[in-house]
């Protein structure tokens, strides 16, 4: 099994930034993806989720409305299309694959992406 994230970047405060995580080694359509993020001194907490089964599930009411989560069944991808980024999004990003979204305990882990958002 493996996710890679790419697409992470420093950026300014306001600005977009596009997340991508390629997926292999299970069947796509069983599992949600969600991305997490670990900012420096926190723990891990989780940003977005996407199934077939639940749909979208927001585990972080600070992004509704600025992150975007999509999926590619057809490539086994996953986005987080992240807009009006603020320093406090400033953290390390993880895709991770779950049995569900609704269950926030990924079974699979990438090796994450660092954003940083400068002010």
């Known amino acids: 099994v493996r996710l890679v994230e790419s697409g992470g970047g420093l950026v300014q405060a306001g600005a977009s930034l596009r997340l991508s995580c390629a997926t292999s080694?299970?069947?796509?359509?069983?599992?949600?993806v969600g991305w997490f993020r670990q900012a420096p001194g926190k723990e891990r907490e989780g940003v977005l989720c996407?199934?077939?089964?639940?749909?979208?599930?927001y585990y972080e009411d600070s992004v509704e409305g600025r992150f975007i989560i999509s999926s590619d069944s057809a490539k086994n991808t996953v986005s987080l299309q992240m807009s009006r980024l603020t320093p406090e999004d400033t953290a390390v990003y993880y895709c991770?694959?779950?049995?569900?979204?609704?269950?926030?305990?990924?079974?699979?882990w990438g090796q994450g992406t660092q954003v940083t958002v400068s002010s």
């Open positions: 991770a694959a779950l049995d569900s979204c609704s269950s926030p305990h990924p079974q699979y």
């Open positions: 996407i199934s077939n089964r639940e749909g979208i599930t």
């Open positions: 080694g299970f069947t796509f359509d069983d599992y949600g």
